[in-house]
Every structure is written in structure tokens, then in C-alpha cells.
Nanobody, 126 residues
Framework: QVQLVESGGGLAQAGGSLRLSCVASGRTDSSYAMGWFRQAPGKEREFVAVTNWNGGTKIYANSVKGRFTISRDNAKNTVYLQMNNLKPEDTAVYYC???????????????????WGKGTLVTVSS
């Protein structure tokens, strides 16, 4: 089991920036992928970004490509999501996720991951 706790959400203006963090605890002794997903009000949860175990492979949703950056610090068991040039349509609850099954980042972008945090709310005003 692994526990994931997100932080860093809040209110930002359009064009502004926020950085989300997610700390993993519990089963962190194995290689695992980590990612971010989001769910806007009235919509289904969608993929945002995923990185493999060492940060060497990353994939982004087209809607955030060029604006968001995912990174991880394995020494701190932490994954980050730097969000720049925020838009009102980025408003959502952002969920951190992790997975130990060793699938590709493309797989996770399509089918999700095994472990989830409780989410952190990001609100972008126009």
C-alpha cells in the first residue's frame, strides 16, 4: 500500500502559476510511476501528466502541454506539477496517483493508476 497526500492547490488568476506537490508514504521501496489527473465540476476525471519511475519518460495531455511540467524527487518520495499560464478551464480537483505494475506511461494516461490521493482544489479566475 502507498498513501499519497497532495498540497499546493488554491486560487490563481488566469496567466498565473501554481505548483502542486504530492508526497508518497508506505510502500516506496519499489520503482513506481506517478502522475496527476484532474476532475472539473460536472466532468469525468481526466489525465494530466505521468512520469515513469526515474523521471526519464513523461507524457502530457494536449490541453496542458507546454504549460505544465511534471517532475519527481525520489529522495523525497515526491512528485510535482508546475502549472504555468493557468486558464479558467484548468479549474479542477487535482489528484496525485501512483502505480507499481510497470506499465508504460501511455497505458497509465489511458487507463489510470492504482493508487490515488484525496485531491487538491485548483481554482483559476478570469
Amino acid at each position: 500500500q502507498v498513501q499519497l497526500v497532495e498540497s499546493g492547490g488554491g486560487l490563481a488568476q488566469a496567466g498565473g502559476s501554481l505548483r502542486l506537490s504530492c508526497v508518497a508514504s508506505g510502500r516506496t521501496d519499489s520503482s513506481y510511476a506517478m502522475g496527476w489527473f484532474r476532475q472539473a465540476p460536472g466532468k469525468e476525471r481526466e489525465f494530466v501528466a505521468v512520469t515513469n519511475w526515474n523521471g526519464g519518460t513523461k507524457i502530457y495531455a494536449n490541453s496542458v502541454k507546454g504549460r505544465f511540467t511534471i517532475s519527481r524527487d525520489n529522495a523525497k518520495n515526491t512528485v510535482y506539477l508546475q502549472m504555468n499560464n493557468l486558464k479558467p478551464e484548468d479549474t479542477a480537483v487535482y489528484y496525485c496517483a501512483a502505480d507499481f505494475r510497470g506499465y508504460s506511461v501511455s497505458y497509465y494516461s489511458l487507463y489510470g493508476m492504482d493508487y490515488w490521493g484525496k485531491g487538491t482544489l485548483v481554482t483559476v479566475s478570469s
